[in-house]
């Protein structure tokens, strides 16, 4: 492009959209886009999500834009796309939602001839135990918010004349996302390193795949996948990368939802998974996360792991008492003392269940040729995480 282009990011203010924000327009250097305009339902003045103590600075720069609209209103979705005086109109859409408002935005993107629409998905998918898995595999979504998020892709890849690209990320973590799995368990292990104790896990020493994709990449990957559609285009990007999004969904519901197509219908889309080198497991993930507050992560005995996974849903209240109650402790005996966090240390019967994410990284690695900024989960890498919070003063300071 002869030209930096201008970028709208719908939705995701709560996980990844600060994120890539911050990578478009940086706080020092010079941004990768003219104008970036950023669409939610959440307010930011005062704010009712979590914002972090960055990005608010963000939206402070002359070409950044924020607008607070209701997506479900297609109309709406219209205006959204309407360039401010002088401007040029958006080349560059990132997109964050399941099925209506993905099909609206995207229709909208498809009229306007946007060059790059860049879905964000999520990895509600029951990987296997065994390896990991490329973009040509049929991997079951995990779930009715699997089987709705994975839809919202044969939608989207059913429009026409939509310069649509798919990045399929792993688990997130990194400064500022206080969403998912991986925020929670560096919680909870820091509560156990207060409380001298070792975090016990209820599943095996096994393979347990939770591969981990850090926050810096997932922006990184996301501009890569719209630079490299707005060189490519839709019919060679298929060409190239294009994978069939499987059926998986109720016959009945192809009346009731607008857009979907039906079962019989190949949809193919442009697929890349975004996962780190880390080869992240339940094993490695605990440990390391552990390790950095003096802690062990360690698992129960056979037994007792069986008895209280039967019962979670039963039991869930009685294992979250005393690190919910740690954690508390140590907000109220920071120094200073912590009076509003985002994060939480009580763990649901989704955050206690067995999670495997398993997707190969080859296909962006070597189609767009994207280099990972953040390869490994380090101990440094989390250090630098709980930094942030420290300095927000989201996280406890314990002096020991």
Same mark, same amino acid.
């Given at each position: 492009?002869?030209?930096?282009?201008?970028?709208?990011?719908?939705?995701? &203010?709560?996980?990844?959209?600060?994120?890539?924000?911050?990578?478009?327009?940086?706080?020092?250097?010079?941004?990768?886009?003219?104008?970036?305009?950023?669409?939610?339902?959440?307010?930011?003045?005062?704010?009712?999500?979590?914002?972090?103590?960055?990005?608010?600075?963000?939206?402070?720069?002359?070409?950044?834009?924020?607008?607070?609209?209701? &997506?479900?209103?297609?109309?709406?979705?219209?205006?959204?796309?309407?360039?401010? /005086?002088?401007?040029?109109?958006?080349?560059?859409?990132?997109?964050?939602?399941?099925?209506?408002?993905?099909?609206?935005?995207?229709?909208?993107?498809?009229?306007?001839?946007?060059?790059?629409?860049?879905?964000?998905?999520? /990895?509600?998918?029951?990987?296997?135990?065994?390896?990991?898995?490329?973009?040509?595999?049929?991997?079951?979504?995990?779930?009715?918010?699997?089987?709705?998020?994975?839809?919202?892709?044969?939608?989207?890849?059913?429009?026409?004349?939509?310069?649509?690209?798919?990045?399929?990320?792993?688990?997130?973590?990194?400064?500022?996302?206080?969403?998912?799995?991986?925020?929670?368990?560096?919680?909870?292990?820091?509560?156990?390193?207060?409380?001298?104790?070792?975090?016990?896990?209820?599943?095996?020493?096994?393979?347990?795949?939770?591969?981990?994709?850090?926050?810096?990449?997932?922006?990184?990957?996301?501009?890569?996948?719209?630079?490299?559609?707005?060189?490519?285009?839709?019919?060679?990007?298929?060409?190239?990368?294009?994978?069939?999004?499987?059926?998986?969904?109720?016959?009945?519901?192809?009346?009731?939802?607008?857009?979907?197509?039906?079962?019989?219908?190949?949809?193919?889309?442009?697929?890349?998974?975004?996962?780190?080198?880390?080869?992240?497991?339940?094993?490695?993930?605990?440990?390391?996360?552990?390790?950095?507050?003096?802690?062990?992560?360690?698992?129960?005995?056979?037994?007792?792991?069986?008895?209280?996974?039967?019962?979670?849903?039963?039991?869930?209240?009685?294992?979250?008492?005393?690190?919910?109650?740690?954690?508390?402790?140590?907000?109220?005996?920071?120094? /200073?003392?912590?009076?509003?966090?985002?994060?939480?240390?009580?763990?649901?019967?989704?955050?206690?269940?067995?999670?495997?994410?398993?997707?190969?990284?080859?296909?962006?690695?070597?189609?767009?040729?994207?280099?990972?900024?953040?390869?490994?989960?380090?101990?440094?890498? &989390?250090?630098?995480?709980?930094?942030?919070?420290?300095?927000?003063?989201?996280?406890?300071?314990?002096?020991?």
């Amino acid at each position: 492009m002869s030209q930096k282009p201008n970028a709208i990011i719908f939705g995701g &203010l709560n996980t990844c959209s600060r994120a890539l924000a911050g990578f478009l327009v940086p706080l020092e250097g010079e941004a990768l886009v003219s104008n970036l305009r950023i669409v939610d339902k959440y307010s930011v003045v005062p704010p009712t999500t979590y914002l972090g103590s960055e990005f608010p600075q963000i939206l402070g720069k002359p070409n950044v834009e924020y607008q607070q609209a209701n &997506l479900t209103v297609p109309a709406i979705v219209s205006s959204t796309f309407d360039p401010p /005086p002088e401007q040029e109109p958006y080349s560059i859409v990132q997109i964050k939602h399941t099925c209506n408002i993905a099909r609206l935005i995207g229709e909208e993107a498809a009229r306007r001839n946007v060059k790059a629409y860049v879905r964000l998905q999520q /990895p509600w998918y029951e990987s296997s135990d065994k390896g990991s898995h490329s973009e040509q595999e049929d991997v079951k979504p995990y779930g009715v918010i699997g089987t709705w998020w994975h839809e919202s892709l044969r939608i989207l890849g059913a429009i026409e004349e939509l310069n649509l690209v798919i990045v399929r990320i792993g688990l997130i973590y990194g400064p500022y996302i206080d969403f998912g799995l991986m925020s929670n368990v560096l919680t909870v292990a820091a509560v156990y390193g207060y409380m001298k104790k070792p975090m016990k896990s209820l599943w095996g020493p096994g393979h347990n795949a939770m591969n981990t994709i850090h926050s810096d990449d997932v922006a990184g990957g996301l501009w890569s996948a719209a630079e490299w559609m707005s060189r490519v285009g839709r019919s060679e990007a298929i060409g190239v990368a294009g994978e069939v999004i499987h059926w998986r969904n109720d016959k009945s519901k192809v009346a009731e939802v607008a857009g979907m197509p039906p079962p019989d219908k190949t949809i193919v889309v442009p697929l890349f998974n975004l996962t780190d080198d880390n080869g992240t497991t339940l094993d490695k993930a605990g440990k390391t996360m552990t390790r950095i507050f003096g802690a062990t992560f360690e698992y129960h005995n056979f037994v007792t792991s069986a008895m209280i996974r039967f019962r979670l849903e039963d039991v869930v209240e009685d294992i979250n008492e005393s690190h919910v109650g740690a954690w508390a402790e140590m907000l109220t005996k920071s120094d /200073p003392p912590v009076t509003k966090t985002p994060l939480s240390a009580y763990m649901d019967t989704f955050s206690l269940s067995k999670h495997t994410v398993a997707f190969s990284n080859n296909k962006i690695q070597r189609i767009l040729g994207y280099q990972l900024k953040r390869p490994n989960m380090t101990s440094d890498v &989390l250090y630098e995480i709980v930094d942030k919070w420290k300095t927000e003063g989201s996280w406890p300071s314990i002096k020991s």
